[in-house]
């Protein structure tokens, strides 16, 4: 027998039709993922439970736009279930979009999937991805809630302007470095495109970890390529340019991947002639051989606090949104060593 006094919830519901949270956000936000029976069972339990699947007047679907990055990306996968996780828990649907565009678009000259300016369907917008300030200036003059991840804007965006949630990728990557220092390394690389914001931010904090301990910054100059591919070719102009290297900070763990190649192309072995360190610690970075010291983000407490930010906005439309710097973590692995050979220091 239900508690009356109990108010029911979209977890509730989830519990008795044996599914996920996130599978009735799903079926609330209009997702076609959910298949006929499933959605069968979400109906019933919640019938069973007094719980309206509808979103009534005021639209309770959150949309979660993913720009300019593949959908698979595991980093903003880890993101979107955090969001998600938490709009379930409060009774939002959460929709997701995907979004191709030209960092140096107009806000006029954006086209925007329809629904996403519809407040009667679409009560906010979390931007994940890669985003220019375009967006968010066209978001806020069609009056649309949005909050973004900081760290991914294209431009300068002051760290505490409101409606920004950033991870401390700075103080990560400084860290990081000093780690490798701390290990005996002085002659340490970076790889990274420098041209996208992450990337040009843990870069500005290892060059200030470099030039704090006197020594000199070696940074890839090789923006042309992505991920594993990039880390590869990368890596082979850093040794033939430093063949004294004995370090190398790859700005993504995706980087890394192809640093790991190189190096052994290269008739050399980690950590024993190049410690190897990454950033985001996502899950390929503890499979790796030997596993990769990283910097993990937390990045489905990001998508929490993202959606959390998102739904005080709503709740308190004349406050501004908050902004908010989540921590970073150093996870050291087997892929740095101290360094023992005396020739290269």
Request: hydrophobic share 40%.
């Amino acid at each position: 027998m239900n508690d009356k006094s109990k108010k029911i919830r979209l977890v509730d519901v989830a519990r008795e039709a044996n599914v996920s949270a996130a599978t009735v956000s799903r079926l609330i936000a209009g997702s076609a993922e959910v298949n006929p029976r499933t959605r069968e069972r979400i109906t019933d339990a919640a019938k069973r439970l007094g719980f309206s699947l509808e979103t009534g007047k005021k639209s309770r679907i959150i949309a979660f736009l993913l720009s300019n990055r593949g959908v698979l990306h595991p980093f903003h996968s880890s993101v979107l279930t955090g969001a998600e996780t938490y709009c379930a828990e409060n009774d939002y649907g959460l929709l997701f979009l995907s979004l191709k565009y030209s960092m140096s678009t107009a806000p006029d000259e954006l086209e925007l999937p329809e629904i996403l300016l519809n407040r009667q369907i679409v009560a906010g917008v979390i931007m994940a991805g890669t985003n220019s300030k375009s967006l968010t200036s066209l978001l806020t003059q069609r009056r649309m809630p949005w909050v973004a991840l900081g760290n991914n804007i294209v431009g300068e965006m002051q760290q505490k302007q409101p409606g920004l949630v950033y991870f401390d990728d700075m103080a990560g990557a400084y860290d990081l470095t000093r780690y490798l220092q701390s290990l005996g390394h002085r002659h340490i690389g970076f790889i990274g495109d420098r041209r996208l914001p992450w990337f040009a931010r843990r870069h500005q904090a290892y060059q200030r970890a470099m030039l704090e301990a006197g020594l000199a910054a070696r940074s890839s100059e090789l923006n042309t390529r992505e991920g594993e591919e990039m880390g590869y070719l990368a890596t082979k102009l850093m040794l033939q340019e430093t063949p004294t290297l004995t370090a190398i900070f790859a700005g993504d763990d995706a980087l890394a991947g192809g640093v790991y190649k190189a190096i052994r192309d290269s008739g050399m072995t980690i950590p024993d002639d190049v410690s190897v360190a990454g950033f985001n610690d996502t899950l390929e970075a503890s499979f790796l051989h030997p596993p990769l010291t990283s910097v993990r983000v937390f990045a489905d407490e990001l998508g929490r606090q993202l959606a959390e930010s998102m739904l005080k906005t709503i709740a308190e439309p004349d406050q501004p949104p908050r902004s908010l710097i989540l921590p970073t973590q150093l996870v050291r692995r087997e892929s740095c060593a101290a360094l023992i050979s005396p020739e290269k220091v």
